[in-house]
């Protein structure tokens, strides 16, 4: 990313950068795939997932993808993008989703 782009987007305020990769490994337990096969287990066996597909399912679930048109959060070629808002969405949502596996 360049550094005019990087401003850009500080100016936007999007202060929640992650990458895909990181987003999911963070987020796993919002995935379809949780029960099927976790994200070390992935890495373990050598597959790498589709991450971008991931992350968009993570935000599908969460029924967020309806509110795309918000300018909230902004899924790029290599990260996603949040405003606190949309970080709190998806903490709420960890807790409850952590509890139900629990």
Do not use: W
Not at 59 to 76: D, E, H, P, Q, V
């Amino acid at each position: 990313m360049g550094v005019l782009e990087s401003v850009d987007l500080k100016q936007k305020n999007f202060p929640f950068r992650k990458k895909f990769e990181e987003f999911y490994a963070e987020y796993e337990l919002l995935g379809a795939e949780y029960a099927n096969m976790r994200y070390a287990q992935m890495k373990a066996q050598g597959l790498e997932p589709d991450y971008r597909a991931k992350v968009e399912e993570i935000f599908g679930r969460c029924n967020l993808l309806a509110y795309a048109s918000t300018k909230k959060f902004a899924i790029g070629n290599t990260k996603v993008l949040m405003m606190p808002q949309i970080k709190e969405v998806f903490d709420k949502s960890l807790d409850i989703a952590s509890m139900k596996y629990n």
